[in-house]
């Protein structure tokens, strides 16, 4: 076969070759095949890229439009009943769905003789059902500690209110007669003790047996309402007195102490030193921050002494009650 022939032949090869190649079959698999076909003719045509490009940006079909469905979960329902423009139309009930149904076909039940028109005011309430809420949720409990009229009647579980912050129960009811007099009764002088700076008290164990005498034992109790703040020589806690499941009053307890050894006591000083303090209260022992009564006990039970330290000499006066001056170690009496 000479050379002419054999050009000739793979001439005519090449153009009885219909199969497609790579170029090819990237066209027609992005769906261009055929603006790529209207491009050539053009080309061959015109010899302008640009004009046959515009050309048949033109002769394109429009492109058809694309309807969107969203499905409205459930969740979207109940949110978009709190929404301000939610509420001038009526919101399907869900509950009324069919499992093989769209929650956006149900029709809300209508109700006869009631209007579905919303509230002028977009921001108004809207109006409740028939319903009962008290069907769909709890009963509202009240908050322990929260005041309220006092019924007689203890909480249900009194261990969960947190006496170191609740007030309940303050000045709900009254002590009943019987327990007034208890409280209001006029302290025994004999009963009242003398510091030597001339103040007067009455002992811790006096308001407790007083206490107990009108509520009875396990009727009262005191509760710390914080931690113990310890200075250089003083230690101080606030304590709260309850009595019969009601609070009744707090106060800051306060004493001294000397040394490490002694905090222990220190702290438990002042407890009483509140107890005393809360008990002001109901009244108990109230003469002594009666100053008409200060100075009828000063001047009919106490007495001025002097002093002296044993081991300075030094002098000072200290007040006793009349017939009781016992200085103690290292005073002695001149």
Known sequence: MTKEESQAQQK???ED???????DKRIFSTGCAEENTKMTDCYFEKKDWRACASEVYILASPTPAI????????????AAQRLPFARARPIADVTLQKPDEDVT?????????????GPSNPYQPAPVAEKSLSESTPPKQEPLGSPRVWDGRHVDAPHEVDWEKSWFGIGSKPVTSEQNRVLARAINPDDVEVKPDGI??????KYRR?????????????????????GTNIVTREYALIVNGRFVSQAQGVNNYFSAEGLPAAIEGCKSNALMRCCKDLGIASELWDPVFLRWFRKHYMEERWVEHVTTKKKRT?????????????????
């Open 200 to 205: 007067v008290y009455l002992p811790e164990v």
């Open 17 to 23: 070759d219909d199969e497609p190649d790579e170029w």
């Open 67 to 78: 309807t969107f469905t969203m499905f409205v979960p459930r969740r979207a329902l109940f």
């Open 12 to 14: 005519a090869e090449e």
């Open 105 to 117: 076909q149900i029709a809300a039940p209508a109700k006869a003789g009631s209007t579905t028109s």
């Open 210 to 230: 007083r206490l107990n005498e009108a509520f009875g034992p396990m009727g009262w109790g005191m509760v710390n309402r914080g931690d113990v703040v310890v």
């Open 318 to 334: 200290f007040w006793y009650k009349k017939g009781l001056a016992e200085p103690v170690f290292p005073y002695k009496l001149v």
